[in-house]
């Protein structure tokens, strides 16, 4: 299954760079690790991940759906192109009064 409406996904550029891409955020410090270890990106070329994970909207699989207070949550898990297997992993969120899936996170599985 693929995300819904996976071409209309918002993705906040803010969102990566303070917390994806940031080595100080106290949750989002490994996950800027990683993506800086494994793929060179860094807040400072933050337009690469954006692309990656517009991609892996329209191309990744939802391995997980989730019904919460908010609305309707898919885990979507992605691998990227000539890369040893690196995979994507995004959550998205698509509330009642907008079919456009919400990036909330991104993150390298391990």
Known sequence: MKLPNGSQAQISIQKLVG???N???ERGKDK???FRTLLGITAENAEQLYT???QAALEGEVVQTTTTSFGQ????????PDTP????????EITPSS??????????KR
Do not use: M, N, S
């Open 19 to 21: 917390y994806c891409l």
């Open 52 to 54: 990656l994970i517009q």
């Open 23 to 25: 080595p100080t955020h």
């Open 85 to 92: 297997g690196i995979q994507l992993r995004t959550i998205w």
């Open 99 to 108: 079919a456009a899936p919400r990036l909330i996170t991104a993150f390298l």
């Open 73 to 80: 949550e898919f885990k979507v898990d992605w691998t990227i």
């Open 32 to 34: 800027a690790r990683r």
